[in-house]
């Protein structure tokens, strides 16, 4: 689709303009070209370019009713419109292939999409079916082939201008494959939590709290600043830098930002809160001059850290790790995947279980994507039961009212 002024050449004179055309000054001068429904090229002529740039503009969204494809053809469920590209493309397929075609189709992409249109099915909505594949232990090599199916259907339907994109064009299955590497190998339970807490002296039992409470990575725990990082009155916690250590770089001790993406503003859980403010009162915030880079620029400044070491020193990974280790083996975590890291995976797999919304994993979390979180955590989405008769249902209970 374009917008053509037919009144002038696109070549241009010795005076670098425009060479007028046959038709210069003869009817209506803007051209529009576009496809309509069936895609099929056509044409449409105006006086004013600001009409013209218009309807183009509304002929590229589908708004323009020669573009708009039929209402019952925008209604049809994705069964329907699957068993219509299944009958029109058999002819060529040996008889192997026709049967195991129907029977993925019938054994599992209709029980997953078949109700519904494709156009409500979304990239959000292929990622969890392909999470619940996973969760089922469907093999790699099948999920392939039924992913590889469904994909070739929707990318039909764009053909067919049913659906303005083909919402498999986001998914690298590859790498949703691959990340099954990523799924925790041991997640600790409330129990282990609660004797992590007893096992942990007072003065880090804050620092506990926002792994398992708030989902915090060890770096950012570490980085906590009084004054800046937790609004109480706005019951905020703000995720804005991590503590690093660099003697080469830095000299020393450096402020930086999150992990690429994972900088946000949260929800203060109240019982997190409480025991923030039971730590800044029991063991004051210390200043440690240090580099903060989280602006770009290295800056020096003063930082009220929340937590030291008994000396009032910043941690380093080997003093937290020797210290880590005592706790750890006092509340019977494992030696093998019992780092602060699995407060993080509690924290994420205590919000699926309890019917968190996979956005809202993903944002209390700070993915950069959806596809991490359903990733990581795939085994410990709760399955769905599919509901059978919900047309009948509604309809009878409408029927009741009358």
Known sequence: MAVDDLWYL???GPDRKRLPSKRHGRGKRWRVRYSDASGETRERLFDRQTDAKDFDAKARSGDVDATKVDRAQRLVTFEEYAERWRLSREIGWAMETRKRVES??????FPAFGPVTPRSITLTTVLEWLTSQLANDVPKSSMRLYFELLDAILAAAVTDKVIPDNPCDGVKLVKVLRGL???PKWVPTEHDVLALLDAVPARYRAAIWLGAGQGCRFGEMLG??????IDVSAQELHVT????YSPQGYGGFYLCLPKAGSSGTLDLDQAVREALETHVRDFPPVEVEMVDITSGDPVRRSVPLLFTTTRGNPFTDRTW???WVKWRDKAGWPKKHGGFHALRHFFATTLITNHAEPQDVQRLLRHQTLRITLETYVHWWPRRERRRGVIGDVLRAAANRR
Not at 224 to 229: A, C, P, T, Y
Not at 241 to 244: A, I, K, N
């Open 181 to 183: 590497s990523r799924v």
């Open 10 to 12: 696109r070549a241009v």
């Open 224 to 229: 906590m600043e009084h004054g800046k990082s």
């Open 104 to 109: 993925n189709l019938r054994c599992h992409l």
């Open 321 to 323: 790790s020797n210290e």
């Open 241 to 244: 830098q991590q503590l690093r």
